[in-house]
């Protein structure tokens, strides 16, 4: 029987495979029995330090802004603008109801949370005008992007005090047109064509400028002269209290004095360059406001004061006569010389003038 013998070379190679296996078995196990960190070493030397890098540019003072007006000298000169101003010098602290609203802090900021009925309680103390008057917070420091903001208490147009069917949008002059605006009507003709002037404090009040800016409230004449339409000048279309009474403020003009300065004229005027140049241009209203008021001194409605000035004498008048009157006293407490609105002011000056003739 023949058995058969293992071939040498087979053996061999099959022993030669099972090497290699057993070796990349090996070789595995101890690979893997390496993945597992020993110890932390000792910190290596530090390297040297890199170069500088070069300094970037200073971004902007987070106050800058800020201190563009609230800095020392803005500060001094606005209180010595104020200080020779009319708000600063006019009667203020006054505690009566019909006062407080203009004539105390306290009574103006009141007034602007009780624009509906227009009631004011009488104070029994009261603060002069101050910052605080008109100025309260910021709306934004962006101002780059949402315009200046001046910190005004108010800039929303503005229901006239006794005509709350006339509403005045004059922008950021709204502040003004508060208290800048007339506090009784213009008279109306009883049963018999006449008007009773009761007092000697006849008229609109002062500080009627925002109706004689906007053409409106003067008892209105048949006459020569046209009225002109309401808000057609272009003071009221193109200027505002602002632009024209704080215009480059200096210690004496605008700024917070409210004092015209004529640089503020001369971009749309160029010949009125001057103070001089200004009083200049009110020749012909004060000419027609004289006439006026020696046709209503005839007429027995305006009297002479013992401090040589006149005023409304108390009295029953025809109503062309008492119109007059009105309007007499409205440009006279508008205290422009007709600037607010020349062709409305004169208007009414000539209208009333022929009406007296």
């Known amino acids: 029987m023949n058995i058969n013998k293992p071939n040498q070379l087979v053996m061999e190679a099959k022993n030669l495979i099972r090497f290699f296996f057993l070796l990349s078995f090996g070789a595995f196990m101890i690979f893997t029995s390496c993945v597992k960190e020993g110890p932390m070493g000792l910190p290596g030397v530090d390297g040297v330090d890199g170069v500088n890098g070069k300094d970037g540019k200073d971004g902007k003072d987070g106050t800058a802004s800020c201190l563009a007006c609230h800095n020392k000298t803005t500060k001094t000169l606005v209180s010595t ?22 004539h105390s802090a306290e009574g103006f900021i009141e007034s602007l949370t009780n624009v509906t009925t227009k009631t004011f309680t009488a104070l029994t103390s009261a603060s002069p005008l101050n910052c605080e008057s008109c100025h309260t ?17 108010t800039t929303a147009p503005v229901k006239l005090f006794m005509d709350q069917t006339v509403t005045l949008d004059l922008g950021t002059s709204n502040l003004c047109v508060n208290c800048h605006q007339p506090r009784s009507t213009k008279p109306a003709a009883n049963t018999e064509g006449n008007f009773v002037v009761a007092n000697n404090r006849f008229g609109p009040h002062y500080g009627t400028q925002a109706v004689v800016l906007d053409g409106r409230w ?21 200027a505002s209290c602002t632009s024209c009474h704080m215009h480059d403020g200096s210690s004496t003009t605008g700024g917070h004095s409210w004092k015209v300065n004529p640089a503020s004229c001369t971009s749309c005027h160029p010949s009125i360059n001057s103070k001089e140049a200004i009083t200049a241009s009110k020749t012909e209203f004060y000419t027609l406001f004289n006439q006026l008021g020696e046709k209503l001194l005839q007429a027995g409605a305006l009297r002479t004061t013992t401090a040589g000035g006149l005023e409304p004498n108390p009295g029953t008048y025809p109503i062309a006569v008492a119109g007059a009157l009105f309007n007499y006293r409205m440009l006279y407490g508008d205290h422009s010389g007709g600037i607010h609105n020349p062709a409305y002011a004169k208007a009414l000056l000539r209208n009333s003038i022929e009406a007296l003739n």
């Not at 309401?230 to 009221?236: E, T």
Request: with cysteine; hydrophobic share 25%.
């Open 81 to 102: 603008q104020f200080a020779g101003s009319a708000h600063g010098t006019m009667p203020n602290k006054q505690t009566g109801a019909n006062c407080v609203a203009c």
């Open 218 to 238: 003067g008892y209105h004449h048949d006459g020569s002269t046209a009225i002109p339409g309401v808000g057609s000048h272009a003071h009221r279309k193109n």
């Open 137 to 153: 917070s910021h709306k934004t420091f962006d101002f780059a992007n949402d315009g200046p903001d001046y910190a005004l208490r």
